[in-house]
Every structure is written in structure tokens, then in C-alpha cells.
């Protein structure tokens, strides 16, 4: 598999007119072959009329052929993991063995979606059937459930070429919850977008469904981008990046005649807390963890820990400095673009100039897009009074602040804005201690952790990546992993009064899908009688 450089529009490609671009390999530090055209507003137009006429046809498509498709997708993915990689690996400067993993990650969440498809629990169906005799009114016979949006653009993300990219998250919930999807792909791994695409539209091909299923366009800067999330056809976005980025996208979906919603996951710090006695009972195996979780990926995880709070004393300090120690013989990583290594440069060189705060570690660098540990430290009071420490710095970076107390502790807690997570390190007798800071990390984050690290998110039906604003645009009433991530491209309708054979099957009496309904206020799977 080779990536040929145009948008994929349905079946088809885009026409001539967009400008062009090229993938950069950060680790040698040079363009990579072929170019890539830019999309057009007509190539927009184009996709957005193929899915409007999808729509209706996946509303219907029963939750059994959901799965099937997100299914072969993921047979597709990993059948052709090699080249996925091979090229990834160009693209991201990821190692191969993160990367596989990555692949199969993508492959097990389509399944995961595809499989919350046909069980259909996620529709949340309810049934209230009549009582026409009911004093002193009768009581209609009235049945809801999720119904599909419409369609849906995804914004592929820069640290996760495939698990938050084309066939991401966003793109196999939106579908799993009966939605085409239009991806908008990031400019900093094309190659690797546009081979993940076409396996998608072998899959739409494969299963018979219609053309305007998915497409995928390109585009260097913010044309395309800004055009599709003003399109009147356009019924939801889903964005994984920059508090920047999220934020105006959010603005401009929420400025079109029809607003609609932007599920954007942005910032995050992350903190975490260590009290003393983690410390006491666990002191070095924190310096691993800690370190481990903090330099993954070269730090470039959405749950990177930003944020370390501790409480000062001199084994804390001790703690500080042996984790100093590693952190410093951390050898120096290629950062995922030219552009993030110049931010992660730059942000970090303000950071060192703010009032009160101390370097305290700045590991070497010899390659142009390589990073290495800073990290920081400053008190308790200094960080509650400058809002600047507060905000997310994408790399292998953190913030210590030290505190002369657990009210402090409890003040930095409380001034935290929202988080994808919060982390507290406990010993065994403190843990039942912590009912108040727990209650407030749990005000902040949509995931609290308790003695592990925030990096490696679990993907189930239980997990939570979301948060309080900025965390995400919707203030943290939806999670972007997990089987409660197709709710967001749904929305309730409510049928009263119809007879049992205008009902969708997921609502009829005899219950042909074997759903479990909430039936006059009862969860149950049965029949209606």
C-alpha cells in the first residue's frame, strides 16, 4: 500500500485546484513523498451532498450491519498493519512497537462499538404504554430512544495517527451510532490518513452500503477545516487537539444559523497528588511510575501528568530530587512535528521566566525536532496567584508545586480548572482520609486515580475521557472513548400515540432485536404486552 496524495470523496477523488503539501519525517528531519492536494469547498460540497443521502439509509441500517462493517474495517487494519505502520513510523517519528500496539488498539475499539451497536443498550430505550382510564387524565401511550444525527465530521489528531484519527474514536462511534462520517485529516501524517481511508472504502464497498458512508479530505491549513464546520449539512464535530483549535471550532458551530455541537477534547494538566504517606511506603516505586507515565510517548499523551502536587518535608524532597536525578539521564526523543516542537520549545522558555518559578530539570537536545524532561517547580502560593502555570504545556513537562500543608493542597485543588484526569498517590491508612480532596478532584476531572498513573486508558464501557472545560468544549458531559461516546452523535425523539407497526423495531411490542428497554419503569428484555 501507497498513499497517492488526493482526497477520497466517496468513491471517487478530489478534482484539481487544491494546493499542495508534503508528510515531514521529523526524525530525519526531511519532506516525504507524495504530495498531498488540499481539498476545494467543492470537494466539500461534494461530500457532504454523498453523506446527506447516506443518512437516512444508516439511520435505518439495523445495529447487527453496523457491526459487521466496523468489524471488517478492523480486519482490514489489521491485515494491513504492516504498511500502516511502516508508513506511521515516517510520519510521527513513533516507534514501531507503540505504533502496532496503536493499530490494534483501533481494531479492538471498532469492534468494541461495533458489538455496543447490536446490542442496542446504548439506544436507551423506554416504553410508557397507555392507561386511558387513568384519573384524572388518561396517560398516552408514548416510547423513546437515541436516533442518529446526521452527518458527522471528525478532526484526525496529531499524537494518535490511528486510535484518534481516521478510523479513531469519534469516526467508529459516530458510525456505530448510524452516522456517515466526513474526515477532515491532519496534515501531519496524510500518508497514513489516506491509506486507512481507502481500507475504510473497502469496507463500504465490501458491505454494500452507499457511497456517502465516509470520505476523507486534506488540507495544509484551515480552509477545508472551518468550511465543513460551517456547512449547513453538517450535524456534529468531533475534535482532539489544541485548546486553540477547539475552541474555534466550537465558536464557529456555535455561530452558524443552526448551531450545533463540537465535542472537542483540548487542554489538560492533569495533576497529580502525592500525599506523605505514599511517600513513605512507596518512595522509589513513585520515582518509576512517575517517570514512566511522565515521559511516554515523549510526554505527547493528552493524560501526560502536568501538574505534581506535594506537601513539603525532606523526604519529599529527596523524592524530588531522585526523580530529578532519572528524569535528567532521560535520553532526548523526536517530537511528532516540527510545529509542537517549536511550541513545546518556546512554551517551556516562558514558563522558566515566570515570577517564582525554578528550573529543576533540562535534560540535552541534539536534533532539530528532539525534546527532553524540563521540569519546574514552584509554592503552593505563587501557582494559585498566576493563572500562566495552570495552562498545558504538550511534551515531556511538568509543574511541582509545593505546599506547606494539606490546606494548601486542598486550595490547589480547588483552583484547578477542568481535566481530563486527577490522580492521588495515598498510603494505605490515608486513602479512607481523603473523602473532601477526593470530592473535589472528582468536581474536576472525568477520571480519578487512585495510587496508578493517568497514561494507558482502559477502553470499555465503563471508562471516562472527558472533563470540565477545557478539558472538552461541552464542559464534560461526554466521554470520547468508552461505548458511552456514541451518544454524542445521537439525539431523543420521543413517538406518542403510534400504533405498534409505525413504531422502529427498537420501540415495537414483540421486541425483535431482544433490547433491554426501561418498560413502565422496569428494565427488562421482554415482550409488551
Request: net charge neutral; hydrophobic share 45%.
Amino acid at each position: 500500500m501507497k498513499p497517492d496524495g488526493g482526497s477520497l470523496i466517496g468513491f471517487g477523488s478530489s478534482g484539481l485546484g487544491g494546493a499542495l503539501f508534503n508528510a515531514f519525517d521529523p526524525a530525519r528531519d526531511a519532506f516525504l513523498e507524495p504530495s498531498f492536494q488540499s481539498g476545494t469547498v467543492e470537494d466539500v460540497e461534494r461530500a457532504l451532498q454523498l453523506a446527506a443521502a447516506a443518512a437516512p439509509v444508516w439511520a435505518q441500517l439495523p445495529g447487527a450491519q453496523r457491526n459487521k462493517f466496523l468489524s471488517m474495517v478492523a480486519d482490514n487494519l489489521e491485515a494491513k498493519a504492516a504498511d500502516l505502520v511502516a508508513r506511521a513510523m515516517q510520519e510521527t517519528a513513533l516507534p514501531e512497537a507503540r505504533l502496532k500496539g496503536e493499530v490494534a488498539r483501533t481494531a479492538g475499539q471498532l469492534r468494541l462499538y461495533g458489538e455496543a451497536a447490536e446490542r442496542g443498550d446504548w439506544l436507551d430505550a423506554r416504553i410508557e404504554t397507555a392507561l386511558p382510564g387513568r384519573q384524572p387524565l388518561p396517560k398516552p401511550d408514548h416510547r423513546s430512544m437515541l436516533r442518529p444525527l446526521g452527518p458527522v465530521v471528525v478532526f484526525g489528531s496529531s499524537n494518535f495517527p490511528f486510535a484518534y484519527s481516521v478510523a479513531g474514536g469519534d469516526t467508529a462511534s459516530a458510525i456505530a451510532a448510524g452516522c456517515p462520517v466526513i474526515v477532515k485529516a491532519h496534515p501531519a501524517h496524510p500518508g497514513t490518513s489516506e491509506l486507512v481511508g481507502r481500507l475504510i472504502l473497502h469496507a463500504v464497498r465490501d458491505c454494500g452500503l452507499p457511497e456517502g458512508t465516509f470520505s476523507l479530505l486534506f488540507d495544509a491549513g484551515f480552509k477545508i477545516g472551518q468550511a465543513l464546520v460551517k456547512h449547513p449539512l453538517v450535524k456534529a464535530v468531533g475534535f482532539t487537539g489544541s485548546l486553540k483549535g477547539g475552541r474555534t471550532l466550537a465558536d464557529l458551530a456555535a455561530a452558524r444559523p443552526v448551531p450545533i455541537p463540537v465535542y472537542a477534547e483540548m487542554g489538560s494538566i492533569n495533576p497529580l497528588f502525592i500525599l506523605p504517606g505514599a511517600l513513605a511506603e512507596r518512595s522509589a516505586a513513585l520515582v518509576d511510575g512517575l517517570h514512566a507515565s511522565a515521559n511516554v510517548g515523549i510526554g505527547q499523551f493528552c493524560t501526560n501528568p502536568g501538574l505534581i502536587v506535594l506537601q513539603r518535608s525532606a523526604p519529599a524532597e529527596q523524592f524530588i530530587k531522585n526523580l530529578a536525578a532519572k528524569l535528567s539521564a532521560t535520553p532526548e526523543g523526536t517530537m511528532l512535528t516540527a510545529g509542537i516542537h517549536k511550541n513545546f520549545v518556546s512554551h517551556t522558555a516562558d514558563r522558566a521566566h515566570q515570577p517564582g518559578v525554578k528550573v529543576i530539570v533540562r535534560g540535552k537536545i541534539a536534533s532539530a525536532c528532539g525534546a527532553a524532561p524540563v521540569w519546574f517547580e514552584t509554592d503552593a502560593l505563587d501557582f494559585l496567584s498566576n493563572h500562566a502555570l495552570s495552562e498545558e504545556i504538550f511534551g515531556p513537562s511538568s509543574l511541582v508545586v509545593w505546599c506547606q500543608d494539606r490546606a494548601e493542597m486542598l486550595a490547589v485543588a480547588h483552583d484547578l480548572a477542568g481535566n481530563l484526569t486527577a490522580t492521588l498517590h495515598a498510603g494505605a491508612t490515608e486513602a479512607k482520609e481523603q473523602g473532601d480532596l477526593v470530592a473535589i478532584l472528582a468536581a474536576k476531572a472525568g477520571r480519578v486515580i487512585l495510587n496508578s498513573y493517568p497514561t494507558g486508558l482502559e477502553v470499555s464501557p465503563a471508562i471516562v475521557h472527558g472533563g470540565p472545560y477545557p478539558a472538552t468544549s461541552d464542559g464534560g458531559r461526554s466521554t470520547s472513548v468508552g461505548t458511552r461516546a456514541l451518544n454524542r452523535w445521537a439525539r431523543l425523539v420521543c413517538y406518542q400515540s403510534f400504533s405498534d407497526d409505525l413504531l422502529p423495531p427498537e420501540l415495537q411490542n414483540a421486541n425483535p432485536l431482544g433490547l433491554l428497554r426501561l418498560v413502565n419503569g422496569q428494565w427488562t428484555d421482554k415482550l409488551v404486552s
